[in-house]
Nanobody, 115 residues
Framework: QVQLVESGGGLVQAGGSLRLSCAAS????????MGWYRQAPGKQRELVAV???????DYADSVKGRFTISRSNARNTVYLQMSSLKPEDAAVYYC?????????WGQGTQVTVSS
């Protein structure tokens, strides 16, 4: 059974940094497309960053140059390093895995950015 568990969220001042982690079990992250999404109150969930099995990455325009997605094969974990955080980055951040026709989600971790 696939499980994705996020951690690392919290309260940070604008301009600060946070690193989110997504620990996976029941699967191997390097075999799948792994992504981070976020959802702010009253808004649709949006893709933030993605990393493919080959290691290619892509980012939403709003976070390019500030966020970095990476993975540790040894720890079977995907990370989202967030820097220069803005109040508009505040949201619940979700880890996502896509494999064939299936999609899996973590429970989310809250990121709050104070101005």
């Amino acid at each position: 059974q696939v499980q994705l568990v996020e951690s690392g969220g919290g309260l940070v001042q604008a301009g600060g940094s946070l690193r989110l982690s997504c620990a996976a079990s029941g699967t191997i992250v390097s075999f799948n497309v792994m992504g981070w999404y976020r959802q702010a109150p009253g808004k649709q969930r949006e893709l933030v960053a993605v990393i493919t099995s080959g290691g290619s990455t892509d980012y939403a325009d709003s976070v390019k140059g500030r966020f970095t997605i990476s993975r540790s094969n040894a720890r079977n974990t995907v990370y989202l390093q967030m820097s220069s955080l803005k109040p508009e980055d505040a949201a619940v951040y979700y880890c996502n895995m896509k494999r064939n026709l299936f999609e899996y989600w973590g429970q989310g971790t809250q990121v709050t950015v104070s101005s």
